[in-house]
């Protein structure tokens, strides 16, 4: 079964739009952790956040968010006003502490900002 | 400056031809991986390792193989590569138990088999 589930394949929004990025995950682990990459036309992974299981505290960085929500094992990405430079693919990740520190991926949601 | 380093970047080759890409941390970190992104599929993971000499399997290892002799280099082989390996592979190392940290990413090599 898919650990990690981003059920948006691509996703289009005008320049300044707010765009949330959906990625729900699926572990029995009580302690796991929670990540989000960028990955640019460029091809790099670029981390954008961590997240362990114990803190549900949502965090803001600039014009990102992230909600953490463990009742509906949600880990929602939010872009505010968004630019051409976020364009990107980008991956929501889970590693459970029970298993070697593998990391889980979800299939990616490719975000196109339209100038 | 904390970095994953793999090459070669691109590569193309011909089918049964054997090949190797490096992949060198210099993190200490006592964990890496091997993954191939392809379009619609995200990222797999090929093999893992937690250390030195501990390799495993992860969901797709079918032609490959890895070696852990030194905690900074874990090496990917292709023995006998076939078209269906065409790919784009990253190598990742992270820390683990309760200071887990993000997995730290190469730059990634562009594979091409003919």
């Known amino acids: 079964a898919q650990k990690v589930t981003q059920a948006q394949t691509e996703i289009s929004v005008v320049e300044k739009e707010d765009v949330t990025l959906d990625c729900v995950y699926e572990t029995r682990d009580t302690t796991y952790y929670l990540f989000w990459y960028k990955q640019p036309p460029s091809g790099e992974l670029v981390f954008l956040i961590r997240?362990?299981?114990?803190?549900?505290q949502n965090e803001i960085s600039g014009r990102y968010s992230w909600n953490f929500q463990k009742s509906t094992s949600s880990f929602n990405f939010t872009i505010t006003a968004s630019q051409v430079v976020d364009s990107a693919v980008y991956f929501c990740a889970l590693s459970e502490a029970g298993t070697g520190n593998q990391f889980y991926f979800g299939t990616g949601t490719s975000l196109t900002v339209i100038p | 400056e904390a970095q994953v380093t793999q090459n070669p970047r691109y590569l193309i080759t011909v089918t049964g031809k054997k090949l190797t890409v490096t992949c060198s941390q210099n993190m200490n970190h006592e964990y890496m991986s091997w993954y191939r992104q392809d379009p619609g599929l995200g990222l797999r993971q090929i093999y893992y390792s937690m250390n030195v000499e501990v390799t495993d399997k992860g969901d797709v290892p079918e032609g490959y193989k890895v070696s852990r002799k030194e905690k900074r280099n874990f090496p990917l082989i292709l023995e006998s590569p076939s078209p269906n390996q065409t790919s784009l592979y990253f190598c990742a190392s992270s820390s683990g138990g309760t200071g887990r940290t993000e997995a730290f990413f190469g730059q990634g090599t562009r594979l091409t088999v003919v």
């Open positions: 997240r362990n299981s114990f803190d549900e």
